[in-house]
Nanobody
Framework: QVQLVESGGGLVQPGESLRLSCAASGFTLEHFTVAWFRQAPGKEREGVTCISSDGGRTYYVDSVKGRFASSRDNAKNTVYLQMNSLKPEDTAVYYC?????????????????????WGQGTQVTVSS
């Protein structure tokens, strides 16, 4: 089955950190640009960050700039999202997906990523 599997979520207090992982199953991730999205209760899914296939370019939405960092290890077929200084408003289910580098945020409303299918996501809860 061709999909991305997210992991690493959990319950943390404000100001703490988490690192999410996005592992590809059934295909080689190194050829794809990958983005992270999140969906909070009652809200639409939104784009958070995008990393190019070679890891040389990264993009972030304003709300996470300076706090989140995406990286990838193509040898491990995995993309990571390091989240620092977490805030309660970061609480959401986080998903990763293959996307096109141009217009990547638009995949937030897409029924499927560029390649493969949406995974189950990983829950991140930031609460004191």
């Amino acid at each position: 089955q061709v999909q991305l599997v997210e992991s690493g979520g959990g319950l943390v207090q404000p100001g703490e950190s988490l690192r999410l992982s996005c592992a590809a199953s059934g295909f080689t991730l190194e050829h794809f640009t990958v983005a992270w999205f999140r969906q909070a209760p009652g809200k639409e899914r939104e784009g958070v960050t995008c990393i190019s296939s070679d890891g040389g370019r990264t993009y972030y939405v304003d709300s996470v700039k300076g706090r989140f960092a995406s990286s990838r290890d193509n040898a491990k077929n995995t993309v990571y999202l390091q989240m620092n200084s977490l805030k309660p408003e970061d609480t959401a289910v986080y998903y990763c997906a293959t996307v096109t580098e141009t217009g990547w945020e638009g995949y937030s409303g897409s029924p499927r990523p560029l390649y493969g299918s949406w995974g189950q996501g990983t829950q991140v809860t930031v609460s004191s």
